[in-house]
RNA sequence: UGGCUUAUAGUUUAAUGGAAAAAUGCUGCGCUUCGAACGCAGUGAUGAAAGUUCGAGUCUUUCUAAGCCAACCA
């Protein structure tokens, strides 16, 4: 049992002996002790003063005391500050906890606890590549379901894929005009950049078009309507509706670049799928809905034919969810993908991660599903992340002005190459080893960039500075886990020694200790709130406190066997940790870099 | 016009209503030692105002600033 909820317990019987007091009445919060004090944890007593009617000294002497007295096995001493009452752990709770679990490679994952979810992410158009944006919501969407699948559940991941609409038509239209039977091949090219190419051409010529309507004396607002290329394009969008043969395969065909591309750039990333949804197959879902939600009054009909929901009861408003001529609207598709998702997987819940600019979308569609009674509507989650922009704004791929994602990971492995060179550590790896090195290092540098902040946050993205490689950063806890592990190469735990009972744990010794005992806690907490970021900080502390500990005491020459031992076992457990949490963020570590 | 989000050291971020924590930067120090992509010391912050509370960065209200959403777009 964790030590944290054990001290709880204890506080709790402590509570319920001298005042009667029973634990769902009250609430006790323990906290690790701040470093500028004496102490392992500490229980704060303002909130328990009203319940136990004491002054905060009375009391936080009657509690240390009661505690010491019953908990001896458990607490070595302790001290009260104003109303912070802070514990010294007794040396043993730590050395059986490590001496239980070193060699446990399993650390921080949890039994399977017969649940399934889902996690949606990724969700790309086939007209562009994927930018930096799409990568913040990749490395988020890996994460929760790593999170989730430490957290014990059944996880399936799922993308769906933009791959109909007038964008794609607009990429298909451009290539005929401009493309001279130009393909990936023969161009050199990715495909996904391919096709984004002639994505920010068509807009080139809109543009211009445009400016000449503007010029002849339209107003803006015609000529953004009237454009000959615009009205082309949705003319090919009707045609693709219309099955019409050409377009359909042009339409295939331009498709299956982007999808090599795209499967490069998610190999390199570590992206993977269990299942992918194409829009084209689920954009006519949900009909049966509006019949349904119109049966059951849940959705009314107006003059014009058009059908709504009046959300005003949700706090949201009127949604259309049929068109007057009796097409359906993206919510309407989606709430039939809700109920072919479950039908298939029967999932608990259903994590979308997808941009905070669909909050209300999500809301709406979380607000329909469940008034329309389906399956795990409560289930449904939206993992709202925020946009990723450049110093000058948004990220525009029909302008140009992107991120792109096969750039920034290039560069990543590029400097990482280039500060693993400098430092000589690894002159001896063959050109794969040292291949995959980089690529471990800078996209290690780039997930934790990408990670460390709390997903609702925008993360302005400056180009002209680059990625960190010290301090707060991904590389860092790779090289503190290199060094475990260079470590652990020299030095062999002796297991043939019964080495005696520790005394007295080094300050440095049992600060570690504690971090390694409560990370179980750090993991659960954060699936439940699907928030990496918490995985990082929790990390970062580790390592840095590992830093402490390596700078100032020596394993190799430790003053005896048995504290070498320990020590071993000690940093033993830390590589675990290190290693199994940068999992939860789906990042390699490297046994040297 | 409504709704949602954000605002903490120069910069980037942390903080279940309970002791404002780090990183980076800057200043100084530590490699003949198990790896200096490291460590140690110093420096410096809660947008404004009111309220609730024993206690507010955190909750409520108002204001300011930035962004997003709401329209038969996907």
Known sequence: MQLQHQIKLAAFDALQKMYQLQPEDISVTINLTKSDFEGD??????????????????????????????????????????????????????????????????????????????????????????????????????????????????????????????????????????????????????????????????????????????????????????????????????????????????????????????????KRIGSSFDKIYYESNTYLLGKEFVEAGLSQNIFYKKEDNSIWADLSAEGLDEKIVQRRDGTSVYITQDLGLVADKYNEYHCDKSIYVIADEQNYHMKVLKALATRLQLPKADGIYHLSYGMVELPSGKMKSREGTVVDADDIVDEMIQIAATKTAALGKVNDFSSDELEKLYETIGLGALKFFLLRVDPKKRIIFNPEESIDFHGYTGPFIQYTYARIKSILRKNDIETSIDFPQMNTLLPLEKKLLILLEAFPSVVSEAAVQYDPAAICMALFNLAQQFNSFYNELSVLHAETIASKNFRLQLATLTAVVLKNGMQLLKIDMPERM
Request: with cysteine.
């Open 41 to 266: 944890y500490t229980i704060i007593l303002f909130n328990l003063l009203k319940p136990t009617k004491e002054k905060p000294d009375i009391l936080g002497h009657k509690l240390g005391s009661w505690l010491m007295e019953n908990y001896a096995n458990l607490f070595s001493s302790y001290n009260l500050i104003k109303g912070f009452l802070n514990f010294t752990i007794q040396d043993h709770w730590f050395t059986d906890f490590l001496a239980k679990n070193f060699d446990d490679t399993n650390y921080l994952n949890e039994p399977r606890n017969g649940k399934r979810v889902m996690v949606e992410y990724s969700s790309p158009n086939t007209n562009k590549p994927l930018h930096l944006g799409h990568l913040r919501n990749n490395f988020l969407g890996l994460s929760a379901a790593a999170l989730l699948d430490a957290a014990g559940y059944d996880v399936v991941k799922t993308c769906i894929v933009n791959d109909r609409g007038i964008h794609i038509c607009k990429s298909m239209l451009a290539w005929m005009l401009m493309g001279n039977n130009e393909t990936p091949e023969s161009s050199g090219m990715k495909g996904d950049h391919f096709v984004g190419k002639y994505y920010v051409l068509f807009n080139d010529i809109y543009k211009k078009e445009v400016a000449q309507l503007i010029a002849d004396g339209h107003t803006k607002e015609t000529s953004e309507k009237e454009a000959p290329i615009l009205k082309a394009a949705t003319q090919m969008l009707q045609d693709w509706e219309a099955g019409q043969p050409q377009i359909i395969n042009l339409w295939k065909k331009m498709n299956e670049w982007v999808y090599e591309g795209f499967d490069i750039t998610y």
